[in-house]
C-alpha cells in the first residue's frame, strides 16, 4: 500500500492501531498515479470513483458524467487511514478550512504558489477567486482538486516525440523494445495506439489469490470478475519505485519475469486468471531488457523534473 497517517481517534489523539502500532497507517492498495487521470471514465483500483458525481453533503447530481476525478477526489480528506481521524465529517473539514492559512506548514513554494497564497491569504479568499464567492462546501473541495488534476497530463516523453515522426527520440534498442512490447501482446491491455498505454479495462492477472482482495466484485457485486483491478497506464512508468496495485514488486525485470512465468517469478494464482495472460509466453532475458528501455522512453521530462504541468 501507501503511507497513512498515524491512527487517530474522535479527539485526534493518537490511538495505537493493532497492526501498525503508533507507526502511519498503510493503504489496502498502492495509490494510483493522477497523471493522466482525467482521460480515466472510472477511477481507484476497483473502479468505485465514477463518472456520475454527487454532492458529498446533499446527494444531488451535479456531475451526470464524466466526474471520476470529483468523486476520487471526495475520497481521501475524509479517510481515517489517508488524512483524517476518526469521527471526521464535511462539517468539520470546512470549518477548519475556514480559519486555518493555506500551505502553513509548506516549504520552498514555487513562486506562483508563493504569489497566489500572499494574494489569497485564507481559504474562503482561495474560493472567491476560484468559484466566485467564499463559500467552502465538499463538492467545491472536490471541484478544485479535480480542475487541478486535469492539468496533469503526459504527452512530452521521447515516445511521443517518436510517434510524431522523429525515429532517432528513441534509441535502436528502445525501438526494438516497442516491437517486443507488441509482440508479447503487452499491448493487448496497455494500448499504444491510444496513447495512455492503457484500456481503462479491469483485469485479474493472478497477482494474489482472490481471498485477500476482491478488488472489482467489492464493488460490482459480481463474482464473475473477483479479482480484477483496473489495468494502469505505462505512462511514466519507468519512475515508479513499486508496481502492481499491492506493490508486490520493485523493478521492471520482476515485473516481466511475473508476466512471462520467469523461473524464481511468483505464481500466478489461477483462480479466474484473465485468459489473457495465456497468451504472454517466457520471452528471452534479452527481449525483456528491450522492453524495460522501451518503457524508459514513456516518462515525461516535466514528471521526472517534478515541475508544474
Sequence with gaps: ??????????????????VFLL????????????????YAPLLFW?????????DPQTGAMLIPLG????????????????????????????????????MALSTNLPADMQAARVANPNYPALFQAAFGDSQITAARIAM??????????????????????????????????????????CAICHNANQDLFTDHSFRNIGLRPVAEDTGR??????INV???????????????????????????????????RAPGAPVQQADNRDPVMNT?????????????AFLASLPDPRVANQTFP
Aim: net charge neutral.
Design 23 to 38: 507507526n502511519p497507517q498503510i493503504t489496502v492498495r498502492a495509490a494510483n498515479v493522477t497523471i493522466n487521470a482525467a
Design 1 to 18: 500500500g501507501s503511507p497513512g497517517i498515524i491512527k487517530s481517534d474522535a479527539e485526534n489523539d493518537y490511538e495505537r492501531d493493532p
Design 144 to 185: 478544485a482538486l479535480a480542475t487541478y488534476q486535469r492539468t496533469l497530463i503526459s504527452d512530452q516523453a521521447p515516445f511521443d516525440a517518436f510517434r510524431a515522426g522523429n525515429v532517432n527520440a528513441l534509441t535502436v534498442q528502445q525501438r526494438q523494445g516497442f516491437a517486443d512490447f507488441q509482440a508479447n501482446n
Design 217 to 222: 466484485q467489492a464493488i460490482s457485486g459480481n
Design 67 to 102: 466526474g471520476a476525478l470529483e468523486n476520487q477526489a471526495a475520497g481521501p480528506p475524509l479517510n481515517s487511514v489517508e488524512m483524517a481521524h476518526a469521527g471526521w465529517d464535511w462539517p468539520r473539514l470546512i470549518d477548519k478550512l475556514e480559519r486555518v492559512q493555506p
Design 280 to 292: 504472454i509466453v517466457p520471452m528471452p532475458p534479452q527481449e525483456s531488457q528491450n522492453i524495460v
Design 226 to 260: 473477483r479479482g480484477r483491478f483496473k489495468v494502469p497506464t505505462l505512462r511514466n512508468v519507468a519512475l515508479k519505485a513499486t508496481f502492481m496495485h499491492n506493490g508486490q514488486f520493485q523493478n521492471l525485470n520482476q515485473v516481466l519475469a511475473f508476466y512471462a
Design 46 to 54: 476497483d473502479g468505485r470513483a465514477t463518472g456520475q458525481f454527487n
